[in-house]
Antibody
Framework: QLQLQESGPGLVMPSETLSLTCTVS??????????WGWIRQHPAKGLEWIGSISSSGIAYYRPSLQSRVTISVDTSKNQFSLQLTSVTAADTAMYFC??????????????WGQGVLVTVTS | EIVLTQSPDTLSLSAGERATLSCRAS???????VAWYQQKPGQAPRLLIY???RRATGVPDRFSGSGSGTDFTLTISRLQPEDFAVYYC??????????FGGGTKVEI
């Protein structure tokens, strides 16, 4: 059974870089032309797609975050990662990694990690 | 960017009743690529419906989706106690760019 697990610091200082990793188990990240995604949810708010990446490294980003976001993939570790630079309190959120139900497109998502809460604070 | 507006914000119903949730898009969603998710407190979202009406694996048939163009609906035919949650719509017709609605809370 495919499982995704986010990991990374729960606290980040303002102006620094948020770095998270999603480890995929129960299947290979290179199996099928899936786009692996990052989604965040601000406290008591709705969901926001951050970006997605294929196992070959093709990445797409939310336009409003594009200047600060990098998503990368490490097929040897069966992982993909998120970096968000110059964070502010507005980046405080629960961050989820996820995989779509079908190949060849960035959504919708039927496999999700449990999420990791990242708080931006000095 | 396609903006999704969900209504109502909150739906107060009793178990056994029918729930009708609306999702309106700011422009046509190509191929009716709309999905619906259920989210309970402290959990990740769960995919219920995609392609406007296709149920995801393991989703009970009391959940159904409909609609096209700019207007989409999630219907829960007879609410069960475990169905009280927040529901989000998502469009992927403009993929790779994805957008979500603001959510509808279904409460007792």
């Amino acid at each position: 059974q495919l499982q995704l697990q986010e990991s990374g610091p729960g606290l980040v200082m303002p102006s620094e870089t948020l770095s998270l990793t999603c480890t995929v188990s129960g299947g290979s990240i290179t199996n099928g032309a899936y786009y692996w995604g990052w989604i965040r949810q601000h406290p008591a708010k709705g969901l926001e797609w951050i970006g997605s990446i294929s196992s070959s490294g093709i990445a797409y980003y939310r336009p409003s975050l594009q200047s600060r976001v990098t998503i990368s993939v490490d097929t040897s570790k069966n992982q993909f990662s998120l970096q968000l630079t110059s964070v502010t309190a507005a980046d405080t959120a629960m961050y989820f990694c996820a995989r779509p139900v079908t190949t060849g497109t960035t959504g919708p998502f039927d496999h999700w990690g449990q999420g990791v809460l990242v708080t931006v604070t000095s | 960017e396609i903006v999704l507006t969900q209504s109502p914000d909150t739906l107060s119903l009793s178990a056994g009743e029918r729930a009708t949730l609306s999702c309106r898009a700011s422009q046509n969603v190509p191929s009716s690529y709309v999905a619906w998710y259920q989210q309970k407190p402290g959990q990740a979202p769960r995919l219920l419906i995609y392609g406007a009406f296709r149920r995801a694996t393991g989703v009970p048939d009391r959940f159904s989706g409909s609609g096209s163009g700019t207007d989409f609906t999630l219907t829960i035919s007879r609410l069960q106690p475990e169905d009280f949650a927040v529901y989000y719509c998502q469009q992927y017709g403009s993929a790779p760019l994805l957008t979500f609605g603001g959510g509808t809370k279904v409460e007792i």
